[in-house]
């Protein structure tokens, strides 16, 4: 089975500046991995995905990813958010033969003017 | 195109009463996924169904139960619901593989919001 720790429940950024959402998986196989986000009373947006091949994966709104295999971890980046981007971020692992998604417990980014 | 869709938005029920959620899947998309998402957690998985029979099922209790449709539409059905059953619900639809290697990205619905009194 896999699961997933995202390490920080409330990350709090001012405007314009960059921002670092991290989340690291446990798993005895292969997984791809995800990221989500959903804006309040909403259900989930897909941000980006990594399945294979390159490392770093950009996804929609600016968000990139870094997968590392070494250190099981998958943080989610921002160069620049914006107050739009204040939303709760889930990273989310499914290994290779199911459907079956694994969440984090998620990270409420709050961006502040 | 149109999105994954739910019904209903909202839902208040009373302990021990039955309830049902709908769920319709992007079109194209065989398979469809359940999962319960309660206020200050991540969703947590339920059922996946691809082509009408059940591909994965989470750790949740018998009172659980869910089917797929020849459309590819599916229920999920809880009898003899408790306080704790008070979430949101998400259904989330992907082209399905047959379960033959490769993962589908799941598209997720607004979600039904159940509130057992």
């Known amino acids: 089975a896999q699961s997933v720790t995202q390490l920080d429940s409330q990350v709090p950024v001012f405007e314009e500046a960059p921002v670092e959402l991290r989340c690291n998986y446990s798993s005895s196989v292969s997984v791809y991995l995800f990221w989500y986000v959903q804006y309040p009373n909403q259900g989930l947006q897909l941000l980006l995905k990594y399945l294979s091949g390159s490392t770093l994966v950009k996804g929609i709104n600016g968000f990139e990813a870094e997968f590392n295999k070494s250190q099981t971890s998958f943080h989610l980046r921002k160069p620049s958010v914006h107050i739009s981007d204040t939303a709760e971020y889930f990273c989310a692992v499914s290994g290779m033969n199911f459907n079956k998604f694994y969440f984090g417990s998620g990270t409420k980014l709050n961006v502040k003017p | 195109d149109a999105g994954v869709t739910q019904s209903p938005t909202h839902l208040i029920k009373t302990r021990g009463q039955h309830v049902t959620l709908r769920c319709s899947p992007i079109?194209?998309?065989?398979?469809v996924s359940w999962y319960q998402q309660v206020l200050g957690q991540g969703p947590q998985f339920i059922f996946q169904?691809?082509?009408?029979?059940?591909?994965g099922r989470g750790n949740f209790p018998d009172r659980f139960s869910a089917r797929q449709f020849p459309n590819y539409s599916s229920e999920l059905n809880v009898n003899a619901l408790l306080l704790g059953d008070s979430a949101l619900y998400l259904c989330?639809?992907?082209?399905?593989?047959?379960?033959?290697?490769?993962?589908?990205?799941?598209?997720f619905g607004p979600g039904t919001r159940l509130t057992v009194l």
């Open positions: 169904y691809y082509e009408k029979e059940e591909r």
């Open positions: 079109s194209g998309h065989k398979s």
């Open positions: 989330a639809s992907s082209p399905g593989t047959g379960g033959r290697g490769g993962t589908d990205t799941q598209y």
